[in-house]
């Protein structure tokens, strides 16, 4: 297992930004895909975004198509999620993961269920109040 720290998070009006973080110490990440998930109270986790590194592609779930931006930096093994235009039904726990099967890539790692070799954050809550 590898540690991931997340930061950022946190309590806005709906329409605000948020940014998340999250590290991977000691861990080089260049050929691993990073994502991020979320988890409301009482819904299963879901995928947010995923960046693979091979191809560059992002993906991205309906939800937050065109209001999240999900980056890298290799350099510095992070992966950052930029949040925009906060709806209220954004709220939940948020998780960065790393797969630790390096160079997978496809539009199925939206689902996390898949992700079963792979790090997780320990979470960091995204509350938007109206």
């Known amino acids: 297992q590898v540690r991931l720290v997340e930061s950022g998070g946190g309590s806005v009006q709906a329409g605000e930004s948020l940014n998340l973080s999250c590290s991977a110490h000691?861990?080089?990440?260049?050929?691993?895909?990073m994502g991020w998930f979320r988890q409301a109270p009482g819904k299963e986790r879901e995928g947010v975004a995923v960046?693979?590194?091979?191809?560059?592609?992002?993906l991205y779930a309906d939800a937050v198509k065109g209001r999240f931006a999900i980056e890298k930096d290799n350099a510095a093994n992070t992966v950052y999620l930029e949040m925009n235009n906060l709806k209220t039904e954004d709220p939940a726990i948020y998780y960065c993961?790393?797969?630790?099967?390096?160079?997978?890539?496809?539009?199925?790692?939206?689902?996390?269920?898949?992700?079963?070799?792979?790090?997780w954050g320990q979470g960091t809550q995204v509350t938007v109040f109206s």
């Open positions: 000691e861990f080089a990440t260049e050929l691993h895909a």
């Open positions: 993961a790393l797969d630790l099967i390096p160079g997978r890539d496809g539009s199925y790692l939206l689902n996390p269920a898949l992700w079963d070799l792979a790090s």
């Open positions: 960046i693979f590194t091979r191809s560059g592609t992002k």
